[in-house]
């Protein structure tokens, strides 16, 4: 049975002082975690001075490379409904001395979308979030012009033995995942809601990346 909101939430704030290391755990069974997070930030296709806005950034594991991506100039908002985590992203915003960051202690489903970003993404996270399709739409509609919307997360492949599927959803529990998600298809919303859209599985189908770019003129 999937994690209701409030177990997800403590579940988090449990393992938030050790989750990048628990994170790093996955390359023990080749799962390039980082790889995957650099090409979740290169489809946003962000500038300087660009505005990104994370859903559910957790310990800010992604911060380096959207800094980077759009350096001083630009501006970070991290979301997540999880204290615990925050408090864990705070501290890396402070030891590399980042003045662009802006942290949201909210639910990304009562949270109101600032107007003009340039990106909106969620890593390993969204799939969690039993209204995904209305916190997409959101997300569409806070987007300029060729903005673009980035999933990255964990999916049911086609294909491959019941037997591998149960191991790995049994060796993601830790983080929330279940074999009850499978029901959940965000780049389905995805397509609906945005005009051009790319879909790419990693990992033997376990793993995806979507992307949405906002219709022209929006």
């Known amino acids: 049975m999937a994690f209701s909101k409030i177990e997800l939430v ?11 290391f ?12 980082y790889y995957y997070r650099k090409k979740t930030i290169e489809a946003l296709n962000l500038k300087e001075g660009d505005t990104v806005l994370e859903i559910a950034c957790g310990t800010g594991l992604n911060f380096s490379l959207l800094h980077d991506a759009v350096g001083p100039s630009g501006k970070i908002i991290g979301l ?18 980042w003045k662009n960051v802006e942290l949201i202690n909210a ?29 997409i739409k959101k997300g ?5 012009s060729g903005g673009r919307f980035a999933i990255l997360d964990f999916k049911k492949p086609e294909n491959r033995p019941m037997w591998i599927i149960k ?15 499978a029901d959940r298809h ?18 033997f189908g376990f793993s995806y990346l ?8 929006s």
């Open 10 to 20: 403590n579940l988090y704030n449990k393992r938030a002082q050790y989750y990048d």
């Open 22 to 33: 628990t994170a790093n755990l996955y390359y023990l069974i080749g799962y390039r975690e």
């Open 80 to 97: 997540d409904v999880t204290d615990k985590m925050l408090e864990q992203a705070q501290k890396r915003i402070e030891s590399k001395n």
């Open 107 to 135: 639910d990304a489903t009562q949270f109101k979308f600032p107007k003009g970003l340039n990106g909106v993404f969620s890593t390993f996270a969204i799939t969690l979030i039993p209204e995904y399709e209305q916190v």
């Open 140 to 144: 569409s509609e806070s987007l300029v």
């Open 167 to 181: 191991l790995l959803a049994r060796a993601m529990r830790p983080f929330g995942v279940t074999l009850d998600l």
């Open 186 to 203: 965000p780049w389905e919303a995805i397509e609906k809601y945005f005009q051009i859209n790319y879909f790419q599985e990693f990992y």
């Open 210 to 217: 979507s992307v949405g770019e906002a219709r022209k003129g």
